[in-house]
């Protein structure tokens, strides 16, 4: 048995008895005792001193053994060892535990083991975002690097078009693992930027909502907001729709606090955020979703829809420009259904060219038009949306003509293989150029917040024979804040003897003309025209219909 206390370690063997009757035989005895003790150290390579003694009758061998100096210098360098190897070990295992608990809570049974792996780098190397304003003496360099994965480009432009920033060149590479951007930006009066946060900014929009495992599967831009009830809707066309939707809204007590609406090819689509009138809050009584849902289909289909309309009723909102462009895609609004549509359309044409390289494996996509704000989401969108990559691209928008150019391959890896596809990317662009395009006058509209302002406003837009092709709804504390882009029921731009009858009767000093064009051209002479006759009787009878009015005369 081995007891170890300080300076010395005690050894107790139970030993035979040991003759002890004389003292010849007991210093014989001590001897040979001394002697297998040392022998026992030797073979041990034990340098210690000893010394011993009989107890209890002489059967018990008592041995103190005394450590030199250097044992206990090596024993601290033992524990030492000890400790750093398990310190290692400890956080080690701690490093793999958090890891795995991450991985588990994470993990998705729709994603696949390889984009799981992808979203793990991608976590592991966050973008970075640096800001040079020192390069260009015209704009801010800003520059993005990150882990690539498919729809790096598009969540970077959307984050810098919701800062309101204008993207005057960018030069694009994503080819590999790696993706790399830089985009010369300035802001809306094209100054460059002088705030010391941009980057930061950016930075926390790309950051954690973006590559959060979660937030793989959803769509790029979703972001929830439960105060709002979201209502999308798709539809034809046509004089007066707007009205009656917001008409209907109204009647069914609900307050429309947000909306865009764009047209395109006889083809409208919406996305509006509606409170409950009396709560204030978002609307999520299933019975009065369904109420609300099929009361909205009715109107959009009225009695010439050659497709079908559609509704969505949810609780929560989304980015309301992506939500357009993957809408009025899925309603296929770049194929052309008419005449009026094609002889529209070819007024301010843009010029899209898309060739194959060979050599390199990429269709490259060569597009110029007019430039205008937001013109790069609107295409990158498109690109997205049709289940393209961009691996590079250059965009040059420093005057009156936009260029873009990118190297594009299929989702697959592939090139476009036929001229069918050709076609369709084509069109779809143009598309995507047309739907934000300011056909009209702008008219802007601020004034106390309301219940029922909308339907008021666009039944006196409709009952002058006016048509929204565009509109932008805000509402920013107790003050509406609203665009709508106008022009007659035939798309021609509008007399300006009808723009001031609608702003006298709506308010001179709520509703402006926001049109250099129409500011410089002289008034006719000619008296008031107006249409409102011709379309207030229809609406105002589909509106009797529904319940929602109680007379049509």
């Known amino acids: 048995m081995l007891r170890y206390v300080p300076t010395k370690l005690f050894v107790q063997l139970k030993s035979h008895h040991y003759p002890t009757n004389s003292r010849h035989a007991a210093q014989h005895t001590q001897t040979i005792t001394r002697f297998r003790i040392q022998r026992l150290l030797l073979t041990n390579s034990l340098d210690f001193d000893f010394d011993f003694d009989f107890e209890q009758d002489n059967t018990v061998l008592l041995i103190r053994l005394t450590p030199p100096p250097h044992f206990y210098a090596s024993l601290t360098r033992i524990y030492n060892s000890f400790l750093c190897f398990f310190s290692f070990f400890f956080f080690f295992l701690l490093h793999l535990f958090v890891l795995f608990f991450v991985a588990m809570d994470c993990w998705s049974p729709s994603l696949t083991v390889d984009e799981e792996f992808e979203k793990l780098v991608i976590r592991m190397n966050p973008p970075r ?46 080819d590999g693992e790696w993706f790399m951007d830089v985009f010369h930006v300035t802001d809306q009066r094209g100054d460059k930027l ?19 495992f979660r937030s793989l599967t959803r769509s790029v831009g979703v972001q929830a907001a439960l105060e709002h009830t979201t209502i999308e809707l798709t539809g034809r066309d046509r004089p007066g729709l707007l009205s009656e939707v917001f008409a209907v809204l109204t009647d069914l007590k609900c307050n429309v606090v947000a909306a865009e609406v764009w047209t395109h090819n006889s083809r409208m689509a919406s996305v509006v ?118 691996y590079h691209a250059t965009v040059i928008a420093e005057g009156p003509e936009a260029y873009q150019e ?122 008031r025209f107006s249409l409102g006759t011709l379309f207030k009787s229809r609406s105002e009878k589909f509106l009797y219909n529904l319940g929602l009015i109680k007379s049509c005369s």
Do not use: W
């Not at 304003?133 to 690539?148: F, P």
């Not at 790096?152 to 960018?170: F, G, K, N, P």
């Not at 002088?194 to 959060?212: T, W």
């Not at 047309?434 to 909308?454: F, N, P, Q, W, Y």
């Open 129 to 174: 975002v640096t800001v040079d304003n020192a390069t260009s003496r015209k704009a801010t360099l800003i520059k993005v690097d990150s882990a690539n994965k498919r729809g790096s480009l598009l969540e970077v432009v959307q984050v810098l078009t919701d800062l309101d920033l204008i993207i005057r060149r960018a030069y694009i590479a994503s």
């Open 194 to 212: 002088s705030e010391v946060d941009v980057a930061e900014r950016i930075q926390q929009q790309l950051g954690p909502r973006e590559y959060s």
């Open 273 to 390: 955020y509606i409170t409950d009138e009396a709560t204030g809050s978002s609307i999520d009584n299933p019975e009065r979703l369904t109420k609300i849902k099929q009361l909205l289909l009715y109107v959009l289909k009225g009695d010439r829809d050659k497709r079908t309309a559609n509704t969505a009723v949810s609780v929560g909102s989304t980015h309301k420009e992506r939500r357009l462009h993957q809408m009025m895609y899925a309603d296929r609004d770049y194929d052309m259904i008419d005449a009026k549509s094609r002889s529209t359309s070819d007024r301010c044409k843009p010029l899209v060219t898309v060739e194959n390289c060979a050599d390199k494996g990429y269709t490259v996509v060569n597009l110029r038009c007019p430039d205008r704000p937001k013109l790069l989401f609107d295409t990158v969108c498109t690109l997205t949306d049709m289940q393209y990559v961009v």
């Open 406 to 527: 990118y190297y594009i391959r299929h989702i697959d890896g592939c090139p476009i293989s036929s001229e069918a596809e050709r076609q369709r990317v084509i069109h779809c662009l143009e598309a995507a150029i047309k739907r934000r395009a300011s056909e009209g006058i702008r008219l802007e509209l601020c004034s106390e917040d309301r219940v029922g302002l909308l339907s008021d406003v666009t039944r006196i837009f409709r009952e002058n024979g006016l048509s929204v092709t565009r509109a932008e709804v805000t509402t920013r504390g107790s003050q509406a804040v609203n665009a709508f882009y106008v022009t007659d029921t035939s798309g021609n731009p509008v007399k300006s003897e009808i723009i001031e009858a609608v702003r006298k009767e709506i308010g001179l000093t709520i509703l402006h003309v926001k049109d250099d064009a129409y500011s410089k051209s002289p008034p006719h002479e000619s008296g």
